[in-house]
């Protein structure tokens, strides 16, 4: 019966260069992966966060009503500055039960025969109020918000939890749009008010507070005047 040899590897021979075709396809494979990646990155590269106020074609947010093919192109909210008032009033409700107990000591003989217990129930009821005060200026400032589509101009007015009032027009409808800036504190925080006048309207679209305000007006001038544009 003959021996059955099975022949060790030559080490000696030379490797077979990869052909020129596989190279080109590899190459192509790793382009194809870096464009996916690119494409995956820009897709959520402006997402909205809590605290946006102004966004350029916006990653992530949609709409009720909104159609097929619509995309929302700018996002405005109030800029953030116009808190701080509500932010620093609410700070010093805060902490001025700090100061309370020196206040008590004027008033010895008429205040202190409360039992602890009230105290601490008064001490629970007043940072609720303060909590609420809090939240309700908070919801207020996020939930209105101003929606500039590929097709219409969203408002959204919020206020006090009770009530919500949506209004939309037409970018076709559009007749100018204009904002103002008065005061060294707009100046300087670069916000102002955005008006879009519509003809035979009673009432215009008021953005008020917007955040870089004449970067929007540009952006609306620009859609409106596509709009307008005849076509061939």
């Known amino acids: 019966m003959p021996d059955i040899f099975i022949a060790e590897p030559n080490n000696d021979v030379p490797p077979t260069p990869p052909r020129e075709d596989s190279i080109l ?24 966060h809590l605290f946006s106020a102004f ?16 995309k929302i192109l700018l996002f405005v909210r109030r800029s ?27 008033f010895q003989s008429s205040l202190l025969f409360f039992p602890a217990k009230f105290y601490l129930m008064l001490g629970l009821f007043y ?17 209105n918000i101003d929606l500039v589509t590929n097709k219409r101009i969203i408002d ?32 300087f925080f670069d916000y102002g008010t955005v008006l879009i006048q519509i003809p035979g309207a009673t009432d ?11 970067n929007a007006v540009q952006i609306l001038d620009n859609l409106i005047r596509k709009e307008n544009e ?3």
């Open 55 to 70: 966004k350029k074609n916006p990653d992530g947010i949609t709409f009720r009503d909104q159609e097929e093919g619509e």
């Open 127 to 143: 940072y609720l109020f303060v909590a609420i005060y809090w939240h309700i200026n908070f919801i207020t400032w996020y939930f």
């Open 204 to 214: 215009a679209f008021i953005f008020e507070s917007t955040p870089q305000p004449e």
């Open 80 to 106: 953030f500055i116009t808190n701080l008032k509500w932010i620093l009033l609410g700070t010093f409700l805060a902490i001025l039960p700090v100061f309370l107990p020196l206040l008590l000591q004027s």
């Open 156 to 187: 959204i007015n919020f206020s006090n939890l009770v009530y919500k009032d949506i209004a939309t027009t037409e970018l076709s409808f559009v007749h100018d749009v204009s904002f103002s800036q008065v005061g060294a504190i707009r100046t």
């Open 230 to 232: 005849p076509t061939s």
């Open 25 to 48: 396809e590899q190459r192509a494979k790793s382009k194809q992966k870096l464009f996916s990646e690119e494409e995956s990155l820009s897709s959520a590269k402006n997402p909205v």
